[in-house]
């Protein structure tokens, strides 16, 4: 059996894509994502999968972000047919997700030939289309957390709960060669624990003799979600009622964007919020929002006694969902202060760009990252503080009072990392392969997991093939 490396490897946080051959060649591909936020560079890499998408025989899929399912679509239109195996509630959220991201491809192909035409170039077609993303998800097959379900005699997987977002999900295979059983786990996203909305991640693992895990955090710790929320309530009131300006919250439509509408809602429920309007500018994160209503057996037991109270914490009453072009145009005659919420969170794509590059040049606005940004994307070059950035092609002045949160992330620290895999017997780990994380980080997590007894690990080159 072989194991290839063919995303979020090499220093890379997104494009996760690992490819598993059996013994008897079966080709079982673990997460399809994209890469994102390096502009044409980018596309290439997408394209170049370096497998070919009719001779996968399934796919097993951790959880709906985009960097993780962003390209389930392309290896459809490029001759796949075999299951896509995945948790119900992550099954419901690519749904929308992947269709928005086609007809994000879409729009993104159209305005690139436009530029194309100018220069007498022949167009591009987009990597996929929203007519590629619905056929796609006819593939999809759900499958609940915590119930070992085999694809083939020889294969085995099980589902465990990350609390990354909303259905996401480890995976823990068992493979059989001849009379030898091999075990897999795959971390993918793991979550942090004690936060707000979702269970905590499963730790709670059957042992496997090779782990592949992430390490996005792997060379820092956060704040707690406590202190996350008094700073969140200390920028608002800084932001809003004392220097009279909008608050831009550049957020994923997928689980952030909920956590922070419910840390709001907490906070206006305690009288800790001023009198302002909050709008939530994504359709994606609206419908997404809605998903989130129908999956109550993925929240905590703190949430759910909050339910009992507040029947809806995702809604109040200064709280506007956005859906139109229309409405969200109307922001920007917005002069009192408020809060804008919007996609996406690298501020690379979506609404919130346009809603930076009518605000990021006065010192009134403040602009608040709550999450990881990949170092190339537009947020990593707000956020870094660079005076001057592109904009839809246009140069902004940074005038704008920068703030940042991450312990509203969806990814663990370092130490939540160690939890998450404290139930390991590192005696008995062969190998641990480090992924998902820039350079500093998977060098600094292998320190720590030397020091926590798991003495083999290895940090994979991308497209390395490695025999287990």
């Given at each position: 059996?072989?194991?290839?490396?063919?995303?979020?490897?090499?220093?890379?946080?997104?494009?996760?894509?690992?490819?598993?051959?059996?013994?008897?060649?079966?080709?079982?591909?673990?997460?399809?994502?994209?890469?994102?936020?390096k502009g044409l560079e980018t596309d290439e890499m997408n394209r170049d999968l370096g497998f070919t998408p009719a001779e996968i025989d399934y796919l097993i899929l951790s959880h709906a972000h985009i960097d993780h399912s962003g390209?389930?679509?392309?290896?459809?239109?490029?001759?796949?047919?075999?299951?896509?195996?995945?948790?119900?509630?992550?099954?419901?959220?690519?749904?929308?997700?992947?269709?928005?991201?086609?007809?994000?491809?879409?729009?993104?192909?159209?305005?690139?030939?436009?530029?194309?035409?100018?220069?007498?170039?022949?167009?591009?077609?987009?990597?996929?289309?929203?007519?590629?993303?619905?056929?796609?998800?006819?593939?999809?097959?759900?499958?609940?957390?915590?119930?070992?379900?085999?694809?083939?005699?020889?294969?085995?997987?099980?589902?465990?709960?990350?609390?990354?977002?909303?259905?996401?999900?480890?995976?823990?295979?068992?493979?059989?060669?001849?009379?030898?059983?091999?075990?897999?786990?795959?971390?993918?996203?793991?979550?942090?624990?004690?936060?707000?909305?979702?269970?905590?991640?499963?730790?709670?693992?059957?042992?496997?003799?090779?782990?592949?895990?992430?390490?996005?955090?792997?060379?820092?710790?956060?704040?707690?979600?406590?202190?996350?929320?008094?700073?969140?309530?200390?920028?608002?009131?800084?932001?809003?009622?004392?220097?009279?300006?909008?608050?831009?919250?550049?957020?994923?439509?997928?689980?952030?964007?909920?956590?922070?509408?419910?840390?709001?809602?907490?906070?206006?429920?305690?009288?800790?919020?001023?009198?302002?309007?909050?709008?939530?500018?994504?359709?994606?994160?609206?419908?997404?929002?809605?998903?989130?209503?129908?999956?109550?057996?993925?929240?905590?037991?703190?949430?759910?006694?909050?339910?009992?109270?507040?029947?809806?914490?995702?809604?109040?009453?200064?709280?506007?969902?956005?859906?139109?072009?229309?409405?969200?145009?109307?922001?920007?005659?917005?002069?009192?202060?408020?809060?804008?919420?919007?996609?996406?969170?690298?501020?690379?794509?979506?609404?919130?760009?346009?809603?930076?590059?009518?605000?990021?040049?006065?010192?009134?606005?403040?602009?608040?990252?709550?999450?990881?940004?990949?170092?190339?994307?537009?947020?990593?070059?707000?956020?870094?503080?660079?005076?001057?950035?592109?904009?839809?092609?246009?140069?902004?002045?940074?005038?704008?009072?920068?703030?940042?949160?991450?312990?509203?992330?969806?990814?663990?620290?370092?130490?939540?990392?160690?939890?998450?895999?404290?139930?390991?017997?590192?005696?008995?780990?062969?190998?641990?392969?480090?992924?998902?994380?820039?350079?500093?980080?998977?060098?600094?997590?292998?320190?720590?997991?030397?020091?926590?007894?798991?003495?083999?690990?290895?940090?994979?080159?991308?497209?390395?093939?490695?025999?287990?």
């Amino acid at each position: 059996m072989k194991i290839e490396f063919l995303g979020a490897s090499g220093g890379e946080v997104t494009g996760s894509k690992f490819l598993i051959t059996t013994h008897n060649k079966i080709k079982i591909l673990i997460d399809c994502g994209m890469y994102q936020g390096k502009g044409l560079e980018t596309d290439e890499m997408n394209r170049d999968l370096g497998f070919t998408p009719a001779e996968i025989d399934y796919l097993i899929l951790s959880h709906a972000h985009i960097d993780h399912s962003g390209l389930i679509p392309y290896i459809y239109k490029n001759g796949f047919r075999g299951q896509v195996f995945c948790t119900p509630a992550t099954r419901d959220l690519c749904n929308i997700m992947l269709a928005d991201s086609g007809k994000i491809q879409e729009a993104d192909t159209k305005q690139f030939n436009k530029k194309r035409l100018a220069k007498n170039l022949p167009p591009v077609e987009p990597i996929y289309t929203m007519r590629d993303a619905m056929d796609s998800i006819n593939l999809f097959v759900s499958v609940p957390y915590n119930m070992p379900f085999k694809i083939i005699p020889d294969c085995t997987f099980e589902f465990k709960d990350t609390g990354h977002i909303l259905g996401g999900a480890s995976i823990f295979f068992t493979f059989k060669e001849g009379e030898n059983l091999k075990t897999l786990l795959y971390t993918s996203d793991v979550g942090r624990y004690n936060k707000r909305i979702l269970k905590d991640p499963c730790h709670d693992l059957p042992q496997a003799e090779y782990i592949i895990t992430e390490s996005t955090y792997g060379d820092r710790l956060h704040e707690t979600i406590e202190d996350a929320e008094q700073k969140l309530m200390m920028i608002v009131k800084d932001a809003c009622a004392k220097r009279k300006g909008k608050l831009i919250i550049p957020s994923f439509a997928i689980g952030r964007t909920q956590e922070i509408v419910y840390a709001l809602n907490r906070l206006h429920n305690d009288h800790n919020l001023p009198d302002i309007d909050i709008f939530v500018d994504s359709p994606l994160a609206v419908s997404a929002t809605e998903i989130f209503r129908h999956h109550p057996e993925c929240f905590n037991d703190e949430m759910r006694e909050y339910m009992v109270q507040d029947p809806d914490p995702f809604g109040f009453e200064n709280l506007h969902y956005i859906r139109t072009i229309e409405d969200s145009k109307r922001l920007n005659n917005i002069n009192q202060p408020c809060v804008i919420i919007s996609a996406s969170g690298m501020m690379e794509a979506g609404r919130v760009k346009h809603h930076l590059a009518n605000n990021i040049n006065n010192p009134k606005t403040t602009i608040l990252s709550v999450g990881y940004c990949s170092p190339r994307t537009l947020g990593a070059r707000i956020m870094r503080g660079d005076h001057e950035v592109s904009i839809f092609g246009t140069k902004y002045a940074v005038k704008a009072q920068l703030e940042r949160i991450d312990s509203f992330s969806g990814h663990g620290d370092y130490k939540e990392l160690l939890h998450y895999l404290s139930g390991q017997d590192p005696k008995q780990v062969k190998q641990v392969f480090i992924v998902h994380g820039e350079d500093e980080s998977r060098v600094a997590f292998a320190e720590h997991l030397k020091k926590a007894g798991f003495k083999k690990s290895h940090i994979p080159a991308l497209k390395e093939s490695v025999k287990l």
